[in-house]
C-alpha cells in the first residue's frame, strides 16, 4: 500500500488527523459477512446509504446494493431529502453530511467517521474568514461547497466547481466585487474565465494540488491518444493541459461521452469506480502526482475520504453517535447562499454539479 507522507492536520476538535487510510485488510468470508451485517442494520435503523465518489469501491458498490446512492455532495444531499428513509447515513468528509443536515434538518444525519475533514474546510476557519469579510463590506462573498456550515452561514452564495463560472460570470455582469473561498486555485480558475474582480482565500486541496504538469505532459507523450480529465481543484499549468475541465459528475459524464478509449484523470483516483461503470471497456490513467518518483509518495487518494470503511459503517449503524449537529441559527443562515445556487441553477436549467469547461 502507498503510504501517504503529507503532513499531519488538526481537525476540527484539535487532534491531529491521520492522513494514513487505516489498514484493516478483510478476508472475503468477514467481508461478505460485514456486507450482510450493513445490509439488516440499514433495514432497522430506516437507514440509506449515501456514498461520494471519492469512497472506496466496496462503499460505492454496497451504496448501490441497498438502495441508496453516489455522486458528489449536493447530489448527496437532494438524494437524501427526496428518500424516504428518516436516517441519512453518508460515507464522505464532514462539510457533505453537513451540507446533507443544512438541507434535511428533521433527518437524522450520520457519518462513519466524524474525523474525516477536508482541508479546504479547515484552510478556512469561520472566526478567521468572518474577520476577513468584515474588512471588505463592498464585496460579495462566494464560497465553495467544500466548507464548513460556519463558513456558509456568512456568505452570499455557495458554489459548485459545476456552476462557480455561471455564478461567478453572473455577479460580474452585475459589476460585483468578490471574496472568493477557500481554493486558490479554482478560484485563479474561475478569475481568468470570467475576468472578475475577486479576492482569493488561499486555501487548497491537498490531492488535486500534487497534480504536476511536466510529468503529466510526459505521460501525455506515451498516449497522445488519450484524452485528459482535469478536475479544477488542480495548479493552474495542470489545468492548461486539460481536455475537459469540471466537477466530479462533469468528469465521468466526459468519460463516457467522449469517442476516446483513453483517459488520464487528474482527480481523486476514487471515481474510477464510477468511470469504469458508465464507460465499461476504456483505460483510465491517473495524472502523476508529486509522488512520482520523488520523495513525498501522494497517491491521488483523498487520507480523509479512505477513512469511511465497512467496520465504521456497521459501528455507526449498530452503535450510534456521530450524528451532524448544526445550531440552528448556523443551519439557517447557511441555507440561504446554498439555497440561492440551487435556485439560481434552477432558473439556468443547470445540474450544478454536471457541468464541465463552461
Ligand atoms: P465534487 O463536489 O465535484 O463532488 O468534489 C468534491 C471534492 O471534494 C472535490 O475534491
Ligand atoms: Fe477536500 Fe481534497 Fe479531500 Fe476533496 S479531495 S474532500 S477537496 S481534501
Redesign the pocket.
Known sequence: MTVCKLPPMRNATGNETPVSPPARPLSALDRARLVRRIKRLLKEQDAVLVA??YTAPEIQALAEATGGYVS??LDMARFGNAHAASTLLVSGVRFMGETAKILNPEKRVIMPTLDAE?SLDLSCPADEFIAFCDAHPDRQVVVY??TSAAVKARADWVV??GIALKVVQHLADQGQKLIWAPDRYLGAYVQKHTGADMLLWQGA?I??EEFRANELQALMRKHPDAKVLV?P?SPPAVIDLADVVG???ALIKAAKMLPARKFIVAT?NGIFYKMRQAAPGKIFMEAPTGGTGAACESCAHCPWMAMNDLHNVAEVLARGGNEIHIPPAVRAAALIPLQRMLDFSKSLNVNV?ASGNA
Do not use: I, L, Q, R
Open positions: 461520494h465518489y458528489d455532495s477536508c461547497a467544500n459548485t466547481s486541496c490531492v488535486h478536475h481543484e466537477s466530479t459528475s481523486d454539479w
